[in-house]
């Protein structure tokens, strides 16, 4: 591993996040913000809001505990991550720049016991990007950045059919809405089938926003389908106490349901140990395990709370 950058976790980036709500709208796209650059290495940086921190913490807590506590039980362990990012980004509200969660992955120490970490994103340019700073970072050739959109399981299914299936995977799922399909979830586990899994669910914004409309409106069919399909299938929306809730105005009791139906299709394909850690009001990380050791380590890693002030953890 070679740094070839100087060994910050955090800069002030004063060129960033200073114009208004509307403003950002019109410079950003799929986050990245087109007003600026990283201080750092010229590249580009995506927008995040300050909770982005804590789950940056949740997922380097637990990759630092399942990589060290696996690394001598099995002949290979492998690191996939799904709408990954450029690898920088900028908090609006400080205007600091931090580690994005893939460079957060690289820059930790035990990556050195990783066999092959595969970072996939939609965007051509953040891979383009991600890919420079992988090649700055890394003297070995055992991390790449891939254009993957994760709708397309065809495409998704190839790129990870690289990683042996022996191996053990930690695969993080990271989409700003409740739009990843669940047929890209089955794909994921049958493409590796022995691998824990970390998947962002916004239901604090996206689901809180539009769920109920979706179940009582015609007007919301095409947010209603979006969520058909991360659910995999419609049985939620025609459940009686799913309509109940969402005509008295229950969002907080739809919202359970709402993952309590997620997390029974986990538990089909055998992930039989979750539990969910939230990020402020916004949104969820579930964690998904077929071993009780995987949620032993995902519980140990939630001890530790994060600290908006300090470094990321090594």
Known sequence: MKATRPDLREIENSNCCICNRLQRKDLTEDGICGATQSMIDGQIVRCVGAWAYQKIFRLIKYFSIFTSGMKDRWCGLNYVEIC????????????????????????????????????????????????????????EDKALALLGNYGDEKQIRQHLSVLPTGHLHFVFIDPTECDIPFRTVETIIATLPKADLLINVAV?????????????????????????????????????????????????????????????????????????????????????????????????????DHNLQGELPL
């Open 84 to 139: 990954c990012g450029p690898g920088r980004c900028v908090v609006k509200e400080t205007r600091k720049e931090i580690d994005g969660s893939s460079l957060a992955i690289i820059n930790n120490p035990v990556f050195g016991h990783i066999k092959k970490a595969l970072f996939l994103d939609a965007n051509e340019q953040v891979v383009k990007s991600l890919n420079t700073r992988i090649k700055a970072l890394l003297a």
């Open 204 to 304: 604090g914004t996206d689901a809180n926003r539009n769920l109920s409309n979706a179940i009582l409106k015609k007007t919301h069919a095409k947010v209603r389908k979006k969520y058909e399909d991360f659910l995999g299938s419609s049985d939620f929306f025609v459940k009686p106490e799913t309509i109940n809730k969402a005509q008295l105005g229950d969002d907080e009791g739809l919202r359970r349901l709402f993952r309590q139906e997620y997390i029974r299709k986990l538990e089909a394909y055998g992930y039989s140990y979750t539990d969910l850690k939230p990020v402020k009001h916004y949104y969820e990380l579930l964690f998904a395990s077929k071993s009780h050791v995987g949620l032993d380590f995902w519980k140990k890693a939630c001890k530790y």
